[in-house]
């Protein structure tokens, strides 16, 4: 199975910037897709961005325009770099990856946004 290795959540203020990496290892399937996912309390878990194997990143509407996505197929990982950051961000953030008919989640790091 695949194990998703999260870094780079913590608390920031509202304006600044956060940048969360994820890397997979322990597969041998191919990753057809890698991004994030975030679940504030009390809400049910959201897509963030994700990116499909060549094809161009999708984005939530929410955050479109000030989170990019990143991936690096060679090293498995996927990046998200969280620019103008609202307390409304405020989540825990999920990185996963999809092979092959199953999916994998990370443990979840948490990104606090302070007004």
């Known amino acids: 199975q695949v194990l998703l290795v999260e870094s780079g959540g913590g608390l920031v203020q509202a304006g600044g910037s956060l940048r969360l990496s994820c890397s997979a290892s322990?597969?041998?399937?191919?990753?057809?897709?890698m991004g994030w996912y975030r679940q504030a309390p009390g809400k049910q878990r959201e897509l963030v961005a994700i990116?499909?194997?060549?094809?161009?990143?999708v984005y939530a509407d929410s955050v479109r325009g000030r989170f990019t996505i990143s991936r690096d197929n060679a090293k498995k990982t996927v990046d998200l770099q969280m620019n103008n950051l609202k307390p409304e961000d405020t989540a825990v953030y999920y990185c996963?990856?999809?092979?092959?008919?199953?999916?994998?989640w990370g443990q979840g790091t948490q990104v606090t946004v302070s007004s």
């Open positions: 996963y990856a999809q092979a092959p008919i199953v999916a994998y």
């Open positions: 990116i499909v194997t060549g094809r161009e990143p």
């Open positions: 322990r597969s041998s399937f191919s990753i057809t897709t």
